[in-house]
């Protein structure tokens, strides 16, 4: 036998050999954790990912404040503007409507045309606010992510016990 062939026969044996000492023998009863103390494991880490679940819930619902925080100050600034316009073109319809009444003295031409212009705008302005209320009645903010997340987790620990 060579010198390459006496090695590596002489390798091998080494390898078993220490894989024998390294064996350990099978853990014992006390190695092994008990019964309580793997539901009280489980319990904290139920407990901690109630946590995580709960703390998603926060960001999600701190990221909907936000952007209805912007959005009510956004809509604030151009109903400002809204309303500035909104003055100016009114007394300009009112001044064109009165001109419609020739029958009339002119103080109670202005009063007629400022009389049906409010009429109109009231209309207007009523069938807007009703329609986006409906509109915003539909929108759910609750956050669907976590709530969802949160069911399958219920499930999940349900199946498990």
Known sequence: MSYPERRMETTGAQQTDLERQTAQPPATQADI???????????????????????????????????????????????????????????AIAFFISTLFDSFAPPINYALGFLVTGVLYLIVGGILAYVMKNRLAAHNPAPDRSLEELRKDKQWLKNEI
């Open 33 to 91: 954790d008990s019964l309580p103390s793997l539901f009280g494991r489980l319990g904290d880490q139920v407990m901690s990912l109630m946590d995580a679940k709960l703390s998603l819930v926060k960001v999600e619902i701190k990221e909907e404040a936000a952007v209805y925080t912007r959005d009510i100050a956004l809509i604030a600034v151009g109903g400002v503007l809204a309303a500035i316009g909104f003055a100016l073109l009114n007394v």
